[in-house]
Every structure is written in structure tokens, then in C-alpha cells.
């Protein structure tokens, strides 16, 4: 895999390839009320016991299919940038953000 960084003007998303693998950062994940923290499902004490009730048990299986669903979106978007694809065109940028409403709209 060849070596790239995509800085992108949408959900402070970082897409960084390097030979062995890549990964992508982004904002748009939605996070644990408690912790902060994008693939906490009651991880955290106080997720765990929602102490101060801030996420009800079905807020946070809809967080989990959200972030699932978003998950594969930023994979696709680091397999195009693998492939070679510029990921910071306007139309790919539009998509992006039109791909993360549709899946917050559809969780
Ligand atoms: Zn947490």
C-alpha cells in the first residue's frame, strides 16, 4: 500500500495509509455520554450503570448500529484512498457527508 494522508474538511476526518495497513480518525462517530469514547457500549462505569441516566440501553444500541454503519463507510473510503482515489474532491467530500446523514437518519 503506498503511503498517504488525507486531511478532509468534513468530520475532522484523517485517512493515513501506510505499507501494512491505514486507518481513518474522524468526528463523526457518535460517543459514550459518560466517557467519550465512539465504540464504548457499556464499557465505562458509567455507561455501564447509567448513573446519571444520560444514554437509555436502546439509546445505545441505536449509537452502536450508527457507528457500525459509519464504520463501513469510513472503510470504504480508506479502501478508494488505497486504490488511489482523491478522496478530497468536492463530490467525494459532498457523498461523504451526505452518506453520514443518511445512516444518522436511518440509526
Ligand atoms: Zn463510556
Request: hydrophobic share 40%; charged share 20%.
Amino acid at each position: 500500500m503506498a503511503s498517504f494522508e488525507w486531511h478532509l474538511p468534513c468530520y475532522e476526518m484523517s485517512v493515513i495509509g501506510a505499507s501494512g495497513g491505514g486507518s481513518v480518525t474522524s468526528t463523526a462517530k457518535d460517543v459514550c455520554p459518560y466517557c467519550s469514547v465512539a465504540d464504548c457500549y457499556a464499557d465505562c462505569d458509567g455507561s455501564a450503570g447509567d448513573i446519571d441516566g444520560l444514554e437509555s440501553e436502546q439509546q445505545m444500541i441505536d449509537r452502536e448500529h450508527y457507528n457500525c454503519a459509519i464504520g463501513g463507510i469510513e472503510a470504504l473510503i480508506l479502501t478508494m484512498a488505497c486504490a488511489g482515489i482523491e478522496i478530497d474532491t468536492p463530490a467525494m467530500i459532498e457523498a461523504i457527508e451526505t452518506a453520514v446523514e443518511r445512516a444518522a437518519n436511518n440509526a
